[in-house]
């Protein structure tokens, strides 16, 4: 209702002289008034026009005053209306109330009725008050109870998910969990989490895009962030990222491959204000994300911060069990449990197996001139070396002290003997630099093959070893 404006009213009347009174009086009230003189003309200014009441006489040409208001219902919610009747009409008045006016009036002979026209104006419009304050009140009340319903699914989601998350130690495993419960709470055509790796992002996860025939283009992608203004801007701002249509928003980088992406989501995630990555969302339709969607998957992202640092100490925990923390090798109970496993699969395969076994020559002589932290970083060199001269799938671990072994998987004794001779010279040819002095250093090998255990292996490959040592040092013996 117009509160700043007159009212405007329009009153069907097919006799002028009445007409004319009913403008006259309510003109004075401040009112104003549009007269139309029958039905038909009424239906017509009413569809073209603004008004706040409709005043309808029940006797007119083409439509009466009760036909009037039916079709007026029959189009949407009746305007405020009134319908004026003759004397005893109250009948037709009751029909017209029936079926949505707001009140009736009586014409009387002496006209007094116009005198009561602002009064029952004023009624007709202060129902329509109370009626819209009754309804905008019901829609705020379905609203906040909407809203109240939404919240209570989105914290239960949400608790569900930090407890589904945060109690899963796999780094993969995290992922996968964010990524299916992020579905839950904001759908997507696709969706990765990529890991910010000094000025790169790099997708450790993701899901949905073969449907794409973007598998291939996603695995493993890596993004400088330099060349993605969105990405860069969600990193350095610590803030999500929405973009409604990708085709008019002018930082989108337009690839090929994902020309299909039409809407974008991008949520940091944040641990102490370090941001370890991104949680991204594609879909193939324009406006499908919103600044709300970002809000409610923001508590998703920080509990995923929990988990992948969680991951990230359970994994260093584990490594550290099996891990030698001066030179980053398998510790002796694992490298053993290790290489029980590669020489029941090799007998499994019938596959050939050899062990290596080595020492640093004089070592105790390296400590006593340099000191033990110049003797420890010698045996970090020594394993990093070791590292270059063999395979990912060889097995490497420190014995103990300044001994090695080596589990080489599907190598005869020949191709050990090789990787021995590799590793012999890659420690005598090249000195160890140290803080002190460049550190020329030699060691010991002994090679086995094809022993009936892993005990016997290893127990052979010392042998041959200290059959090294004894034959002069910086050569490599087999057994």
């Known amino acids: 209702m117009r509160n700043s404006e007159p009212i405007h009213i329009l009153y069907m009347e097919d006799d002028s002289g009445l007409a004319r009174l009913f403008k006259k009086r309510l003109g004075r009230a401040g009112y104003m008034v549009d007269i139309a003189h029958d039905g038909e003309e009424g239906l017509a200014m009413y569809n073209a026009g603004c008004y706040d009441v409709v005043a309808v006489d029940q006797q007119m040409p083409v439509y009466s005053g009760l036909e009037v208001i039916r079709i007026l219902a029959s189009q949407g919610p009746l305007p405020p209306m009134i319908m004026v009747t003759g004397s005893g009409s109250e009948q037709i008045a009751v029909e017209a109330m029936k079926l949505g006016a707001g009140d009736y009036i009586v014409k009387d002979v002496d006209g007094g ?11 007709v419009l202060q129902q329509r008050r109370l009626l819209e304050e009754k309804q905008r009140a019901e829609a705020e009340r379905e609203r906040l109870l909407v809203a109240e319903r939404e919240q209570r699914l989105l914290a239960e989601t949400l608790a569900e998910v930090t407890l589904a998350i945060t109690s899963l130690t796999s780094h993969e495993a995290v992922l996968d969990e964010i990524l299916r419960q992020v579905r839950r709470i904001v759908p997507y055509s696709t969706a990765n989490i990529a890991l910010l790796e000094g000025d790169f ?3 450790a996860h993701w899901q949905g895009y073969e449907a794409f025939g973007a598998k291939e283009l996603i695995s493993g992608l890596v993004q400088p962030l330099d060349d993605f203004l969105l990405v860069a801007e969600a990193v350095r701002l610590r803030k999500p990222v929405v ?5 008019q928003e002018p930082r989108w980088v337009v690839l090929p491959e994902t020309a299909w992406i039409r809407s974008f989501l991008s949520v940091p995630i944040c641990l102490h204000d370090q941001v370890l990555g991104l949680l991204r969302l594609d879909s193939d339709t324009p406006g499908t994300f919103s600044a709300e969607d970002a809000q409610r998957l923001q508590p998703l992202a920080n509990a995923a911060a929990i988990a ?13 069990a099996i891990t030698d923390g001066l030179t980053d090798t398998y510790n002796r ?4 449990e290790l290489a029980e496993n590669e020489f029941n699969r090799a007998r499994r395969f019938q596959h050939p197996v050899s062990a290596i076994m080595f020492d640093v020559d004089h070592f105790k002589q390296i400590n006593d001139t340099y000191g033990h932290a ?3 970083q010698v045996l970090r060199v020594v394993a990093e070396r070791c590292r270059e ?4 799938i060889d097995i490497l671990g420190r014995y103990g002290g300044e001994e090695f072994a080596i589990i080489l998987p599907a190598t005869d004794l020949s ?6 001779e590799r590793l012999r010279r890659s420690i005598a040819d090249v000195p160890i630099p140290t803080e002190r002095d460049d550190v020329t250093i030699t060691i010991s090998l002994g090679v086995a093959s094809n022993a009936q255990d892993v005990a016997a292996l290893v127990n052979r490959a010392d042998a041959a070893m200290y059959a090294a040592k004894q034959a002069g040092r910086n050569c490599v013996a087999v057994k």
């Open 113 to 123: 009725y116009l005198e009561l026209l602002p009064t029952v104006i004023e009624r």
């Open 201 to 203: 992002l790099r997708v």
């Open 243 to 247: 973009v409604l249509d990708t085709r």
């Open 308 to 320: 992948l640092e969680n991951a990230r100490l359970f994994g260093e925990v584990q490594r550290l």
């Open 333 to 336: 109970r694992h490298f053993f």
């Open 374 to 376: 110049i003797g420890d």
């Open 389 to 392: 001269s063999i395979r990912d």
């Open 415 to 420: 191709g050990a003997l090789s990787v021995a």
